[in-house]
C-alpha cells in the first residue's frame, strides 16, 4: 500500500524530468506511482457503498492565498493536490473493486493566467486512473444521484469555521459551489444525505494511514533525515545574542535548502525560562549566555511530516545541573524508545505510564522529594507520544489504548520542566528538557527516523562548538 505521491517527487532543483517544462502543463507535480489504496479502503466497504470526499478550501489573509495544502485524507486516497475538487468512489464489481470520479476545475486559460496551471480533464484521467473526471459544479447533481442507489454513503463534512456555522451536509455543498445551485437543489441533496444511511469516514482511512508502507517509511525517513540535519546545523549557528527568530528562521532555511515544500508546524524555540511554556511559539526573545534552548521542529517533505525537539546549551557546553537534569530525561527516553515494538504489546497510554515510572526514578536520584501530583501535574503535563505521518498528530481517530504494531510511527517526547518554586532543587529551576525523537515501530527493533539530530551529551556540545564537522550552512 503506497499513497500517490510518495515515492519520487523530483524538487524543483533537480533537471532532467518532465517537469522541466515552464510552465507547467499541470496543477502540481507528477509521480510515477499509482495508489492502491483506494482498492483496499474500498474492500473493507459493504458492496452497497459510495465514499465521498472533497479538496481542502483555500485559505486566504489579507485578500490573497496562503500556499495551498491539500485535505490529508483527500491526498491520501487520490494524490490530487488542486484546490476546488472532490472525489466519489463507488463500490462496484469491475476489475479493480471500485469506480473513481474526480471533479476539478480542468483548463481555464484566463484563470491560469494569474493561478497558474491546472490538469486537464484528460489528464485526469490518463494520471490519476479516474474513470471518469467532471467539472466540480456537477458534484452536487451528482452527488445526489449517486446517494439516491447506495445504502451506505461514508462522508466526512468539512470543519465549521465557525459556532455559528455548524457541520452540515448543506455546508460541504456550498463549500464546493456556493453559487452554482439555488436553494431548493440543494435541499435535495441534503435530504439525499440522510444520517441513517450518512458513516463516518475518517475512522476507516486513519486505520489505513496509521500502518505505513515500505514507500512511506522512506520518506518519512527523508523528512526526519532533512530536520535532524537541520537541528545539528542550528545548533552551530546558535549562540548568546542572537534571536529566538534567527533560530527559527535559520531551521526552516536549511530544511528548504534540503528540499522541504514547508514546516510541518510553527517551531517552538524556547530560551532559558520559556522553555516551561510547552507551546511557546513567540519566538520573540534574544538568547541569553548560560541558556538552554528547547527547540520542537520539523520540516513536511513530499507530503509528510517530521516531528524533533533537542534541548542544548546556548554557551556550547551544558552547566553541571544543566547535564545531570538531560541526563535523567535521556535516559529515560532512550529506555522508552526500546519498548516501541510490536513484541512488546504496549499501547500508548501504557507507554506513557512507563515514562512517568522511568522519570521519577530519575528526579528521586536528583534530590527531587515528589508529593502527589507534582510529576504529572507540574514537571511533566503533556502526554509521551503521538501517531504522525502525514499530518503531525494523526490523533484524531486513533485509539491510544491499541497495542502497538509493525510500521507505526510514534514520537516518543519525555520532558521535565521545572518552575522556580520551593518543592523543586533550586539548581534546576527555569529548566525546561524535552527530548523527542519519530520512531519506526518494528516487530522486535524500533527504528529512529530522526537519528540524524544529535542527542547525546558529547554530539550535542560537538554539533554546538563546530567539532562535528558541521557548519552553520
Not at 114 to 124: K, L, M, Q
Not at 340 to 351: G, I, N
Not at 446 to 453: E, H, Q, R
Request: hydrophobic content about 35%; some cysteine.
Amino acid at each position: 500500500m503506497a499513497s500517490y505521491g510518495v515515492a519520487t517527487e523530483p524538487l524543483a532543483t533537480e533537471t532532467g524530468s518532465a517537469q522541466d517544462l515552464k510552465p507547467s502543463n499541470y496543477g502540481q507535480p507528477l509521480f510515477p506511482s499509482h495508489p492502491h489504496l483506494g482498492e483496499t479502503l474500498m474492500d473493507n466497504l459493504p458492496s452497497d457503498s459510495v465514499v465521498v470526499l472533497v479538496a481542502a478550501p483555500i485559505k486566504y489573509m489579507s485578500g490573497s492565498a496562503y500556499k495551498f495544502r491539500q485535505s490529508s485524507d483527500f491526498w491520501y486516497l487520490t494524490g490530487f493536490e488542486e484546490p476546488e475538487s472532490a472525489v466519489i468512489l463507488e463500490r462496484v464489481s469491475n476489475s479493480r473493486g471500485y469506480r473513481m470520479t474526480l471533479f476539478s476545475s480542468g483548463k481555464d486559460s484566463a484563470k491560469e493566467k494569474w493561478e497558474g496551471a491546472r490538469t486537464s480533464f484528460e489528464d485526469v484521467l490518463a494520471i490519476f486512473k479516474a474513470d471518469n473526471a467532471l467539472p466540480i459544479h456537477a458534484f452536487p447533481s451528482q452527488l445526489k444521484s449517486l446517494a439516491s442507489i447506495y445504502s451506505n454513503i461514508y462522508i466526512d463534512l468539512p470543519n465549521a469555521s465557525t459556532k455559528r456555522s455548524p457541520r452540515t451536509v448543506r455546508s460541504l455543498l456550498r463549500y464546493l459551489s456556493p453559487s452554482a445551485q439555488s436553494r431548493s437543489e440543494y435541499e435535495s441533496v441534503v435530504d439525499s444525505l440522510s444520517i441513517p444511511r450518512r458513516q463516518p469516514l475518517a475512522p476507516l482511512v486513519a486505520k489505513l494511514r496509521s500502518i505505513k508502507s515500505e514507500c512511506e517509511q522512506r520518506v518519512m525517513r527523508s523528512a526526519a533525515g532533512i530536520s535532524g540535519h537541520a537541528f545539528a546545523k542550528t545548533m552551530r549557528f546558535t549562540q548568546p545574542g542572537v534571536s529566538e527568530s534567527a533560530v527559527a528562521a535559520h531551521f526552516e532555511y536549511l530544511c528548504s535548502l534540503s528540499g522541504s515544500q514547508r514546516l510541518a508546524y510553527v517551531p517552538v524555540v524556547a530560551s532559558g525560562p520559556n522553555a516551561l511554556i510547552i507551546h511557546y511559539t513567540s519566538n520573540n526573545q534574544v538568547v541569553q549566555d548560560g541558556e538552554l534552548i528547547l527547540m520542537d521542529a520539523g520540516c513536511e517533505y513530499n507530503g509528510y511530516a517530521s516531528d524533533i525537539t533537542r534541548t542544548y546549551p546556548a554557551s556550547g557546553n551544558f552547566t553541571s545541573a544543566q547535564r545531570d537534569l538531560y541526563t535523567a530525561v535521556l535516559t529515560a527516553q532512550k529506555a522508552l524508545v526500546s519498548l516501541c515494538t510490536e513484541v512488546t504489546s504496549l499501547s500508548l497510554h501504557e507507554l506513557h505510564r512507563r515514562s512517568c515510572e522511568l522519570l521519577r526514578v530519575e528526579l528521586n536520584q536528583l534530590g527531587f522529594r515528589l508529593h502527589t501530583g507534582d510529576l504529572e501535574r507540574v514537571l511533566y503535563p503533556h502526554f509521551l507520544s503521538h501517531p504522525i505521518g502525514i499530518d503531525l498528530h494523526e490523533s484524531a481517530n486513533s485509539d491510544r489504548g491499541e497495542r502497538l504494531k509493525a510500521g507505526m510511527v510514534i514520537t516518543i517526547e519525555p520532558g521535565i520542566y521545572v518552575p522556580p518554586v520551593p518543592q523543586f532543587p533550586k539548581s534546576f529551576h527555569n529548566m525546561g528538557i524535552r527530548i523527542e525523537d519519530e520512531v519506526l515501530v518494528g516487530k522486535e527493533h524500533p527504528i529512529i527516523l530522526s537519528v540524524a539530530a544529535p542527542k547525546e551529551i558529547v554530539d550535542v556540545e560537538g554539533a554546538c562548538q563546530g567539532l562535528l564537522g558541521l557548519q552553520q550552512f
